[in-house]
């Protein structure tokens, strides 16, 4: 039989002024196995947790029931406590009577107090079933691997190897570098391109930790956190890499519009990379107009790339810069300009006389060739007019999409996409350069299109949360994992489907095949339990037999509160 | 509990970092710094950790409760075992060089016995005095002893000095009489500390620029106009209104609201630079509003809209198509009372092709003000040798070290180094995280 504590919290009047505490007290002294039961002004003061400390030791006690607030915030502080004084920490069970009680139930008193009392027996029933769980430790590999030698890419490599980190970049062009290369200048600084990759590139040349795959492929990708098994294949040698974490940062392509405006067929429509090509030649057009948001904000596709306009305003500005006799018009739908100093660079672009038009969905603009020269039909919804501009060449400002072989990559790596294929972080408000899964993150536009410093502060982000687990050289899994009984597994699979962390497999056991979880991988969200047919897959912690404990008790105290 | 995370044994002493401002990213900068093994020391100004996105009530474009999501991120830096808090305090001074900085920092007094303040809130209930709640931005009053919100990390009171009467005229002490926990320290005095930090994160966020200054878009003209904080308050749960949305005038719920952008920002006169988040968290507000008052509908008043991130175009086609938003694109020139105190009529230009003045009628108007560097972050960077750029926010002008401020060992991430949003913020204070390790990997 169980020896449970039972320690009742007032939280100040937080608990005490709704709920009737000290009758909570005596209604716990009747529960089974409950050896002591008490009350704190505090519980999580000094003064409570040596008092909880204290009656451990006297009393004995090899189960411990704290009544108060939320897990969320105290059972890692209750957890220790049990620790200190010699209980295995998940003998510990936490039962919310602040905001399930006193808190929801403000104005019934009466009720809450029933409630209370409710709740502690469950926790009771549930403590006495609860068994000591160890923590696993699983050691990391200290090594990263970064897929994709592009602006990111190389940045996270760079700061990898700069925190002494073995890196191993893997590129599958024969050159590092990926747009980068094909891009002389970046805004909004006009940095050179070719600076900041040798720049890059003198980090890793020097140092034995970098390790670049040149003309290399992801094959098969293995493992979980801190224990990868990276398979490459480099220039047709197939390479095995042992890894502790992986960094996607496979960039993303350019959109070719393939019949819009002409392009492809009409001499003189190019995209903004083959402009690039042109201003790195020292080439500027005297006539030019971009077209903003080709082929991206309208049906199929409707996301805005972010950097579309900002290229066009720097191209605008370099073209200006070759040949200040330059006429440059911008047709856009709105100026995607944000912050500071890309709002600066639109400033400075109509200060040195470009021209801006804008255009609506509903009217779009035609490009035709006459006499010689392209001619651009625009109605601007500003003037309200229908305007006609010559052009020598017209920039079609495409959006980034995702590369064609993104699905591939996220398939071998278990990680998802959106709806446009770009990888898809863990949260995209708090954890946007992590994956669900454990010890792969992502940056750059293979997340989404941004500008280089974006780029490049995601890059580093990705090397920070990489370089976690490696400088800690172990991961601790909390001992909430799921397990199957062999006995009563089917091997139906719905648990490998049911599971959101690629977790649960099914494998070979003593001849027979059964469910088998990966500790490291779970998360302990259970979702494989409810998803078992058989009542074969169980949570530690949360099994069954401790839930159906709980239930039951709450069906008792209901029944007999009715007769 | 083991002490050794992060570290492989050798080093006796863990490198220090002083990192200022505890917003969220701040936090995000605190927690990824220590999971690195170095010792952080958080600086807040304010009582509590959480900065402005504490105060947010959901957040674009996912609409995910805001304070749901980080205060699990404030207990874990509250919880770590490499990160101390100094909350309710300011850096005063820095000397040295990176990477033997020593930097000053103090500890205002709250005249509570942080290690005996329980947070129970019995004082607050009991103290008689009532004072302007920055936290709901002006719209409802706290107590001079105060928890700022009531997910405060650390869950400490402050007794606001200026106003407590204990401390200003020596009577009162009701707080000291009811607090069962020996707290209430009238005579506590300000302390410094010296910290000998390797580098410094700046991470001082933001404020909203003082819209009272442009009395043509309404504020303080009109009554039944708000800041777009303001109303963040108001729609939210815990919120002055409860969570009811209703304007100020005369208590009604407002069935037609009008959202003003770039006002004071994009404007030659004002702040030049744009925001970056009104677009998002306008058409937000625009959304969640409908969740409150189902047949309210709201109109943007916009430039540019520059829903550029993640799922952005598709919130706001979503907005369009079902939440009854209407975008027009024009900067309204005249913000009027329109009955008396309640309601407000705005007069535009309708643009297109039949341009033409409209003055329209609104029962309540949002304003979207600039976004500027956070009080004191001037002086801070001042203090630091950190540049500041033409805008007034701390400059970070090498592509190459994208966080390094003109300053060795002194980083910056957050809306301190330009106007950006929330998960762009977390991704450079992770990035703050690698930087220092780069540095002091290279310092040895």
């Known amino acids: 039989m169980a020896r449970t504590g039972v320690f009742i919290c007032h939280c100040g009047?937080?608990?005490?002024?709704?709920?009737?505490?000290?009758?909570?007290?005596?209604?716990?002294?009747?529960?089974?196995?409950?050896?002591?039961?008490?009350?704190?002004?505090?519980?999580?003061?000094?003064?409570?947790?040596?008092?909880?400390?204290?009656?451990?030791?006297?009393?004995?006690?090899?189960?411990?029931?704290?009544?108060?607030?939320?897990?969320?915030?105290?059972?890692?502080?209750?957890?220790?406590?049990?620790?200190?004084?010699?209980?295995?920490?998940?003998?510990?069970?936490?039962?919310?009577?602040?905001?399930?009680?006193?808190?929801?139930?403000?104005?019934?008193?009466?009720p809450a107090t029933e409630k209370a009392k409710r709740l502690v027996a469950m926790g009771v029933s549930k403590a006495a079933l609860l068994e000591p769980q160890a923590e696993t430790e699983s050691s990391v590999t200290p090594t990263a691997v970064v897929i994709g030698g592009g602006l990111a890419g190389l940045t996270a490599a760079a700061s990898l190897v700069a925190q002494d980190i073995d890196t191993h970049l893997v590129e599958q062009e024969g050159e590092i570098g990926g747009h980068l290369s094909r891009v002389s200048v970046l805004a909004p600084e006009f940095d050179e391109s070719r600076k900041l990759l040798d720049s890059l590139m003198s980090g890793l040349a020097g140092s034995e930790k970098a390790h670049i795959h040149l003309r290399s492929k992801l094959k098969d990708v293995h493992g979980f956190v801190g224990n990868f098994e990276v398979t490459i294949d480099e220039h047709g040698k197939e390479l095995k890499i042992p890894a502790g974490a992986i960094l996607v940062a496979t960039g993303a392509q350019e959109f070719q519009p393939v019949g819009e405006y002409g392009f492809g067929e009409l001499q003189g429509t190019i995209t903004q990379l083959d402009l690039e090509k042109m201003l790195s030649e020292g080439k500027a057009p005297n006539r030019t107009v971009f077209i903003q948001c080709v082929g991206s904000r309208q049906p199929g596709r409707e996301y805005c790339s972010r950097i579309c306009c900002n290229t066009s305003l720097k191209n605008a500005l370099r073209i200006l810069d070759l040949n200040p006799k330059a006429a440059v018009t911008i047709i856009h739908r709105d100026i995607m300009s944000y912050g500071t100093a890309w709002e600066e660079l639109y400033r400075r672009a109509s200060e040195r006389g470009v021209r801006f038009l804008r255009y609506a969905l509903a009217n779009p603009t035609k490009v035709t060739r006459k006499d010689g020269s392209l001619l651009v039909e625009v109605y601007d919804e500003t003037l309200a007019e229908r305007i006609n501009v010559e052009a020598d060449v017209v920039v079609l400002a495409t959006p980034m999409v995702s590369r064609e072989n993104s699905g591939d990559v996220s398939k071998m790596l278990k990680v998802p996409r959106d709806k446009y294929g770009f990888f898809l972080e863990a949260h995209v408000k708090l954890r946007p350069v992590e994956f669900a899964t454990d010890g792969v993150f992502i940056c750059g536009s293979a997340r989404w299109p941004s500008s280089a410093k974006e780029v490049m502060c995601q890059a580093l982000a990705a090397a920070a949360k990489a370089a976690i687990p490696i400088k800690r050289g172990k991961v601790i899994i909390e001992a909430i994992t799921a397990w199957a009984d062999p006995d009563k597994c089917a091997a139906c699979g719905n648990c490998v489907t049911a599971c959101p962390y690629e977790a649960v497999e099914i494998a070979t056991q003593d001849g027979k095949q059964i469910a088998k979880v990966n500790d490291a991988q779970c998360k302990g969200c259970g979702a494989c339990v409810a998803a078992c047919p058989n009542d074969a897959m169980q949570q530690r912690g949360f099994t069954t037999r401790q839930l159906g404990a709980m239930i039951d008790s709450l069906v008792k105290n209901a029944l007999e509160a009715e007769q | 509990m083991h002490k050794d995370v992060g570290q492989s044994g050798g080093l006796a002493m863990k490198q220090k970092v002083v990192v200022i401002g505890g917003g969220i990213a701040g936090i995000q900068a605190s927690l990824d710094i220590a999971d690195l093994g170095y010792e952080v020391h958080l600086v807040e100004r304010s009582p509590s950790i959480g900065g402005r996105m504490a105060q947010l009530d959901k957040t674009f474009p996912t609409n995910d409760c805001s304070m749901c999501i980080l205060s699990p991120k404030m207990i874990m830096c509250a919880g770590h075992e490499n990160i101390h808090l100094h909350t309710y305090s300011e850096v005063t001074g820095v000397t040295g060089k990176f990477p033997k900085l020593k930097v000053t920092v103090k500890h205002k007094a709250r005249y509570i016995n942080i290690a005996r303040c329980t947070g129970c809130g019995d004082c607050v209930a009991k103290c008689p005095v009532k004072v302007m709640n920055e936290f709901e931005e002006g719209l409802s009053k706290r107590k001079a002893i105060y928890l700022p919100f009531p997910q405060a990390v650390p869950r400490k009171v402050t007794i606001d000095a200026e106003h407590c009467r204990m401390i200003t005229e020596k009577k009162c002490g009701v707080c000291k009489k009811v607090c069962q926990a020996g707290a209430i320290d009238y005579e506590q005095k300000d302390e410094f500390v010296k910290i000998g930090a390797a580098a410094v994160v700046i991470a001082t966020g933001f404020d909203l620029s003082d819209t009272s200054k442009l009395p043509q878009h309404g504020m303080g003209v009109c009554k039944d106009v708000v800041t777009s904080l303001q109303l963040e308050?108001?729609?939210?749960?815990?919120?002055?209104?409860?969570?009811?949305?209703?304007?100020?005038?005369?208590?009604?719920?407002?069935?037609?609201?009008?959202?003003?952008?770039?006002?004071?920002?994009?404007?030659?006169?004002?702040?030049?630079?744009?925001?970056?988040?009104?677009?998002?968290?306008?058409?937000?507000?625009?959304?969640?509003?409908?969740?409150?008052?189902?047949?309210?509908?709201?109109?943007?008043?916009?430039?540019?809209?520059?829903?550029?991130?993640?799922?952005?175009?598709?919130?706001?086609?979503?907005?369009?198509?079902?939440?009854?938003?209407?975008?027009?694109?024009?900067?309204?020139?005249?913000?009027?009372?329109?009955?008396?105190?309640?309601?407000?009529?705005?007069?535009?230009?309708?643009?297109?092709?039949?341009?033409?003045?409209?003055?329209?009628?609104?029962?309540?108007?949002?304003?979207?003000?600039?976004?500027?560097?956070?009080?004191?972050?001037?002086?801070?960077?001042?203090?630091?040798?950190?540049?500041?750029?033409?805008?007034?926010?701390?400059?970070?002008?090498?592509?190459?070290?994208?966080?390094?401020?003109?300053?060795?060992?002194?980083?910056?991430?957050?809306?301190?180094?330009?106007?950006?949003?929330?998960?762009?913020?977390?991704?450079?204070?992770?990035?703050?995280?690698?930087?220092?390790?780069?540095?002091?990997?290279?310092?040895?």
């Open chain 1, 13 to 110: 009047h937080n608990i005490a002024s709704i709920v009737a505490v000290e009758e909570v007290v005596k209604f716990a002294r009747t529960l089974p196995g409950v050896v002591v039961a008490d009350h704190n002004l505090y519980s999580c003061s000094e003064e409570g947790l040596s008092a909880i400390k204290t009656s451990i030791k006297q009393n004995n006690l090899d189960r411990v029931v704290v009544a108060a607030c939320t897990p969320r915030t105290h059972e890692p502080l209750f957890r220790k406590i049990c620790e200190e004084a010699g209980i295995n920490k998940y003998l510990f069970e936490f039962v919310n009577i602040r905001e399930h009680c006193s808190w929801i139930h403000a104005k019934e008193p009466g």
């Open chain 2, 233 to 444: 308050r108001i729609l939210s749960a815990s919120g002055p209104t409860g969570g009811h949305l209703v304007r100020a005038s005369d208590g009604m719920e407002p069935k037609k609201l009008a959202f003003v952008q770039c006002v004071g920002s994009r404007d030659a006169k004002a702040f030049r630079y744009c925001s970056s988040v009104c677009c998002m968290y306008a058409t937000k507000e625009a959304i969640l509003v409908r969740e409150h008052v189902p047949d309210i509908n709201s109109t943007i008043f916009y430039m540019d809209m520059r829903a550029t991130g993640k799922g952005f175009q598709e919130f706001v086609l979503r907005a369009q198509a079902n939440y009854g938003v209407r975008y027009i694109r024009s900067r309204p020139a005249i913000v009027q009372p329109a009955h008396g105190e309640s309601g407000v009529l705005v007069t535009y230009e309708t643009g297109g092709a039949a341009s033409e003045q409209l003055t329209e009628e609104f029962d309540m108007l949002v304003v979207c003000p600039a976004l500027v560097p956070s009080k004191g972050s001037v002086e801070l960077a001042e203090l630091m040798g950190a540049r500041l750029g033409e805008d007034r926010f701390i400059m970070t002008p090498s592509l190459r070290n994208p966080v390094d401020s003109t300053k060795k060992g002194v980083l910056v991430c957050g809306f301190a180094g330009e106007p950006m949003d929330i998960p762009d913020s977390v991704a450079q204070a992770s990035g703050v995280a690698a930087r220092v390790a780069e540095l002091l990997q290279e310092a040895g």
